[in-house]
T-cell receptor, first 114, second 113 residues
Framework: KAGVTQTPRYLIKTRGQQVTLSCSPISGHRSVSWYQQTPGQGLQFLFEYFSETQRNKGNFPGRFSGRQFSNSRSEMNVSTLELGDSALYLC?????????????FGQGTRLTVV | AQSVAQPEDQVNVAEGNPLTVKCTYSVSGNPYLFWYVQYPNRGLQFLLKYITGDNLVKGSYGFEAEFNKSQTSFHLKKPSALVSDSALYYCAVRQAGNTPLVFGKGTRLSVIA
């Protein structure tokens, strides 16, 4: 069974640009969450999608947005990039069921803003 | 809102010695607790979880964790550390309902030969 796939693995963007990251969850998983990982802040929750609806949202500015498609694939978009947006962005999917199911993570997209 | 604290940024231990990585949490109601490990340039890998029942939970690679409700802690342990255990460890908590999984800031474990 294929794992969570994130593309691209690496990105370099310039301040002010926008970027779109993609996440394909494990087959059958309908919940997809996004996290930002930085050395100082650890893993911070961005948002979670379930069946094409945003179910939870973290404390990030409106420049960060996401969506989920009918096949459960998800994208996140960051507009007007800032240097501080440089981070590893991780996507995780969860199987349907109760809250006690663990999340499965992709390898992440390393975004560098210059 | 739920939260997790990992009080140590770095833990150093000699190979063969027992290791402990500390985690405390705050939730409304019953917690669902998880430990993950991250190796360099990799995503997070699930180690173990506590949902209910026995306070001592056993997981992958010989790791275990002890749930202590009165101290709101969920410390990760291993009886004998290996150099290959050196990695970044994250504790996470979710509370009941469709709430997000919230992570601590991580603890870097270094096992020295």
């Amino acid at each position: 069974k294929a794992g969570v796939t994130q593309t691209p693995r690496y990105l370099i963007k310039t301040r002010g640009q926008q970027v779109t990251l993609s996440c394909s969850p494990i087959s059958g998983h309908r919940s997809v969450s996004w996290y930002q990982q930085t050395p100082g802040q650890g893993l911070q929750f961005l948002f979670e999608y379930f069946s094409e609806t945003q179910r939870n949202k973290g404390n990030f500015p409106g420049r960060f947005s996401g969506r989920q498609f009918s096949n459960s694939r998800s994208e996140m978009n960051v507009s007007t990039l800032e240097l501080g947006d440089s981070a590893l962005y991780l996507c995780a999917s969860r199987p349907p069921g109760t809250v006690n199911t663990e999340a499965f993570f992709g390898q992440g997209t390393r975004l560098t803003v210059v | 809102a739920q939260s997790v604290a990992q009080p140590e940024d770095q833990v150093n231990v000699a190979e063969g010695n027992p290791l402990t990585v500390k985690c405390t949490y705050s939730v409304s109601g019953n917690p669902y607790l998880f430990w993950y490990v991250q190796y360099p340039n990799r995503g997070l890998q699930f180690l173990l979880k506590y949902i209910t029942g026995d306070n001592l939970v056993k997981g992958s690679y010989g790791f275990e964790a002890e749930f202590n409700k009165s101290q709101t802690s969920f410390h990760l342990k291993k009886p004998s550390a290996l150099v290959s255990d050196s990695a970044l460890y994250y504790c996470a908590v979710r509370q009941a309902g469709n709430t997000p999984l919230v992570f601590g800031k991580g603890t870097r474990l270094s096992v020295i030969a």
